[in-house]
């Protein structure tokens, strides 16, 4: 089992930036594809990004393409989100998960953190 432990966001001004981190229990992280999803008020959760177990792959979402970079560390058992030229619309709880299913929908996880708040002003 995986637990996992969202820290890094908070509130910015549009055309910030920010990295969040989610840190990984277990020695099973490297195993387990990494994705980040966020949900606003009233929406479902959406898809942002994803890397793939040995980081040889990476996913982005059309709207954060060229501002966000997902990365990982597979010593540390953390993988980040750099989001840079973040825009009001960007404003959601954003969710770490681990997986080894189908990397682009929340269907291809099994485990999910508690969420970390980005919110951004315009």
């Known amino acids: 089992q995986v637990q996992l432990g969202e820290s890094g966001g908070g509130l910015v001004q549009a055309g910030g930036s920010l990295r969040l981190s989610c840190a990984a229990s277990?020695?099973?992280?490297?195993?387990?594809?990494m994705g980040w999803f966020r949900q606003a008020p009233g929406k479902e959760r959406e898809f942002v990004a994803a890397v793939s177990k040995s980081a040889g792959s990476t996913y982005y979402a059309d709207s954060v393409k060229g501002r966000f970079t997902i990365s990982r560390d597979n010593a540390k058992n953390t993988v980040y989100l750099q989001i840079n030229s973040l825009k009001p619309e960007d404003t959601a709880v954003y969710y770490c998960?681990?997986?080894?299913?189908?990397?682009?929908?929340?269907?291809?996880?099994?485990?999910w953190g508690q969420g970390t708040q980005v919110t951004v002003s315009s």
């Open positions: 998960a681990a997986g080894r299913g189908y990397m682009l929908r929340h269907e291809g996880y099994d485990y």
């Open positions: 277990g020695r099973t992280f490297k195993t387990y594809n």
